[in-house]
Antibody, heavy 122, light 107 residues
């Protein structure tokens, strides 16, 4: 059974950093692209970024709203995906979901974690 | 970036009604369009992928159609457990984009 468990959320001040982790199990982690999607309180879904599988270079893409501030990485040996968030803003407050793709490229999202809440506030 | 315009933003229908939601892409996305259902406090669930393919285990009252820029999601007979917010999502090589969502309620 595919399982994705996010951790690392919490309350952080504006301008500070936070790193989220997504621990995966139930599948060969390195074979799949991983995405992060967020949802601000009472709002819709917003794609944050993704990391392709190593077979596709392990390269990353980001939404314009986080580009240059957020970094996605992966450790295939530990089956963990990371979301490093720097220079956090109040508008980054959201539930952050880790997702596993249908395949090696970021296309279809059949698997989601339960989400972790990040609150950016002074 | 490709923009997705989803409508309506909310709707109210009776049990047994046919419900239709549309999603329009700002440029041709072929059939690279997925639909998700999200219930309050829960993670989204994939229902339809590549515009018209039903995800395993999803009831057949859910369906999708379309290609290019115009897509439709249909619930053939609304059930009480279908109360949720529905999102379309497109993908290209560089990004994913979600529609704004449609909240479905029972009349």
């Amino acid at each position: 059974e595919v399982q994705l468990v996010e951790s690392g959320g919490g309350l952080v001040q504006p301008g500070r950093s936070l790193r989220l982790s997504c621990t995966a199990s139930g599948f060969t982690f390195g074979d799949y692209a991983m995405s992060w999607v967020r949802q601000a309180p009472g709002k819709g879904l917003e794609w944050v970024g993704f990391i392709r599988s190593k077979a596709y270079g392990g390269t990353t893409e980001y939404a314009a709203s986080v580009k240059g501030r957020f970094t996605i990485s992966r450790d295939d040996s530990k089956s963990i995906a990371y979301l490093q968030m720097n220079s956090l803003k109040t508008e980054d407050t959201a539930v952050y979901y880790c997702t596993r793709d249908h395949g090696e490229m970021a296309t279809i999202l059949p698997y989601w974690g339960q989400g972790t809440l990040v609150t950016v506030s002074s | 970036d490709i923009q997705m315009t989803q409508s309506p933003s909310s709707l109210s229908a009776s049990v047994g009604d046919r419900v239709t939601i549309t999603c329009q892409a700002s440029q041709d996305i072929s059939n690279y369009l997925n639909w998700y259902q999200q219930k309050p406090g829960k993670a989204p669930k994939l229902l339809i992928y590549d515009a018209s393919n039903l995800e395993t285990g999803v009831p057949s009252r859910f369906s999708g159609s379309g290609s290019g820029t115009d897509f439709t999601f249909t619930i053939s007979s609304l059930q009480p457990e279908d109360i949720a917010t529905y999102y379309c999502q497109q993908y290209d090589n560089l990004a994913l984009t979600f529609g704004g969502g449609t909240k479905v309620e029972i009349k």
